[in-house]
Each structure stands twice: as C-alpha cells, then as structure tokens.
C-alpha cells in the first residue's frame, strides 16, 4: 500500500539495530513512527574502538534525519506499552495497528551508553580514553566477546600497556563455540601479552567505580592477586522490557525477555511483534537483528496488504565475528569453518562496519563528523 490513501499505522519503538532496519523496510507500506530517545542512533559496533581511537566517535552517531521518507522519528521514550495502547513519556497516547518492539537491551560501559545526548556520550568515551592512556595496568570483569574484544583494543592501542581479563568461568568466551576458536583467541591474546585469571570470581569488586582511574587491589576466591589501575565490567545484559503492561508483561520470560513464535510475533497478539535483543528466540546480536527486521517487515506487510507471504524465522547456527583491534581476531563462520585475522579485519575490524549502517540510515554521501 502507497501514496495518498490513508495508510494502517505502525509504530517501531526502538532505534536500534532491529528497529532501523523495520522502519525503512516498512516506510511507504505504512504510517511509520519510530519512537526512539536518543538524539542519534549509536553503532554499538564500534563502541570499543571508539574507546582507545577518538577519532572513531563522531562516525558512531549516526543521525536519524534521513532514514524514513515518508514516516516519523519521534525523539520520546515509551513508558507503557499493554498491546493495543502505546504512551510516551511525553504523554502522547497513540493506537496504531501494529506496534513492533525493538527497544534492545542495556550493557555496561563503553559497550553500550545510556546517553540520550550525542554530545555527552561523546565526553564520557573521551573521559574514558584519557583515563586508559594514563594508567599502567588494566583489568577487564568478564571474558566472553565484550572483554575479549575490548582487551584486544586496549592491546592495539597502547601495546605494552598491561591488561588482565578476568572470569569466573573455566575458559574465555562461553558459548557453542568451537574449541578451535578459542585456542585461535587464546594464542593471540598471549602474543598481546594479555594475562588472564580464569575459573574463580573475586571476593569483592573494586573501590573505585568502574571507567575511574584509581590504583586499587582485589584478590580471587582462588588466592589470586591483582593490582591495577582502572576496571571495566564486561558481562551484564539485560533487556530492556520494563514498559511493557497488562498481558503483554506476562509474556515475558523469568530473566524479561519476550516470547515470541517463530514469525516473531508475540503469542496471543496478532499486532505486535518483537525483535532484536528481547525477543527470546536467539542470541543478542547486532546481525541477527537484521535478519529478524526483514522477517518482521515482510510479515507486517503481508499483514496489512497481502502482499508477499508469511515469513517465518530461523535461529541462527553458532556465528561470532571477534576482532582483537584492527588487524587481530578471530571468528567462527556459519559453516564452521575458524576465520582468520585477515578475514575479521576485512569483515569488521577496519571499519567496524560504520559505512554499512550509513548506508541503512542513507547518510553514505554525508560527512559523518558529525553529519546533520
């Protein structure tokens, strides 16, 4: 359905990996408002490198002014969504046809910010910088992708500049994930010359705050020892679920993911669908977003104009694409097969794939310092 008729109502709450793909898929099939607080999309992506390389900052924030053509972006934060009512922060009340869930998950910094201004995002990865360039020792809390990306980064960076990750677990990077990815992971990160203190939590965590350049001490259940300079947690995912209401929070899952069916719908609501990181389908990833955007899509479009046919989603088989700085890493391909440094480098680790999401929000031709 397109032009001047009057068109059904979709309304994508969320401006994220998921939510930006929905939107402009849907733009011009539908009355699209997407309803997102921050003032720009953040390529999460590229949130490490940003870190330890400035220059990478104004490229991370990608404005939403020319994403849709014909629908809306409305800067506001939904407070309450029951299934059929959608209301703002703002008060705004809206009851569109569709309603589409995106609104992804929340995780320490720097992976992720909670910054809804550009510009005080931007001084908080600066803070952030400064404070790495200046301390000696670096320990990173947790050793799955985040901390390992991360350390890699670090390493890159400031070679020679200490780093230890420290877990829990056994080993790095828990998952279904070949054993050969690790041992490729792990033999790099030893010629960084990145320590590890692995399969025993510490008795308490630090003093300082975590991103805080402060000399502190803390000691593993094991006995281990470690001295360092500044900490950064890397673990803690969570969905970002609490504004749901009525019938639609009680198809949430005991840690606030929302069940969905294989065509991404949530169960007993044929007008509201849910991706990206809270639908409890498969794993948090900014890849795995784009494929379920364009099943959700291609769903609603049939929904409202019979168009195309219904489309259901598969999860994804074990698939990571790890880089350790721009020309390190490692990563495990849908066929299997342990993909090399120069394959992660080309893939992701140059660019961190900012041109690719440019493209998507059609800012490929804008100078992205930072672009309008």
Known sequence: MSGSAIQPSVVVIGGGYGGINVAKALDGHAAVTLVEPKDAFVHNIAALRSVVQPDFLPRMFLPYGRLLARGTVVRDRAVMVDGRTVELASGRRMEPDVIV????SSYPFPAKTDDVETAAAIRRYGAAHS???RA??????GAGAVGLEFAGEIAAA?????????????????????QRLRDEINRQLAALGIGQAMGSPLT???????GELSPFT?????GTRIEADIWFRCYGIAPQTSYLAGDLAAARTADGYLRVDSDLRVPGFGNVYALGDIAAIDVNKAGVAGRQAAVVAGNIIHQLTGEGGPARYTPSQPVIILPLGPRGGSGQLPNGEIASAEMISRIKGQDMMIDRYAEILNLADVPLTHAP
């Open 101 to 104: 869930l995106a609104t992804g």
């Open 131 to 133: 404070n790495l360039g």
């Open 136 to 141: 000696g020792t670096v320990m990173l809390l």
């Open 158 to 178: 400031w070679p020679g500049k200490e780093i230890v990750l420290v877990d829990q677990a056994e080993h790095i990077l828990p998952g279904p994930y070949d």
């Open 204 to 210: 308490a965590l630090p003093g300082p705050a975590a």
């Open 218 to 222: 803390v000691t593993t259940t094991a």
